[in-house]
């Protein structure tokens, strides 16, 4: 049988032993605190990413408005051009016809000048084969009938 000092020494293991459960108790307690926190705090990550995804799914939809917008844009634009592009075209098969009008308008006006150059300068010639009368040599003075008016 037992003896009472072995009695003894078992009420010290137990004791011990009681002691370090609830040594252990505590450290598993503090363990599973840890545990239970990181799970708060990730189950409030996963919640947060629900922000995420709605971010997501709003610039989704405004990348699809803004690329609607922009390719009715681009195609207004286009058509734009293209209008402008056959006005400029028009324009350009004008100008050559514009150009040749241009010129004989020129040419006649140039024409119109010299008629009217030829008629000056024929007046201009006439005029001088007609007689003028003879100028007074400098110098001379006509004789004045007046009478001075000391004399």
């Known amino acids: 049988m037992l003896a009472l000092a ?12 009681s002691c370090m459960n ?11 605190n840890r545990v239970k926190a990181a ?3 990730f189950e409030e990550l996963l919640k947060n990413q629900d922000w995420v995804e ?13 690329q609607s917008l922009l390719t009715s844009d681009v195609s207004m634009v286009r058509k734009f051009i293209e209008r402008e592009r ?4 028009k324009f350009q098969n004008q100008i050559p016809g514009e150009v040749e009008k241009l010129r004989g308008f020129v040419k006649a006006q140039k024409k ?3 008629k009217l150059l030829g008629r000056v300068r ?4 006439q005029g001088t084969k007609t007689k003028r009368p003879k100028s007074r040599k ?7 009938t007046k009478k001075s008016a000391g004399t």
């Open 54 to 66: 709605e971010v997501r799914t709003y610039a989704e939809r405004q990348r699809k408005e803004v």
């Open 22 to 32: 609830k040594k252990m108790n505590t450290e598993i307690n503090k363990v599973i």
């Open 138 to 144: 400098p110098g001379k003075k006509a004789a004045s």
């Open 39 to 41: 799970q708060v705090k």
């Open 86 to 89: 056959k006005e400029l075209e």
């Open 112 to 114: 119109e000048l010299e």
């Open 122 to 125: 024929k007046t201009a010639t």
């Open 6 to 17: 072995d009695l003894a020494d078992l009420a010290d293991l137990k004791g011990v032993r």
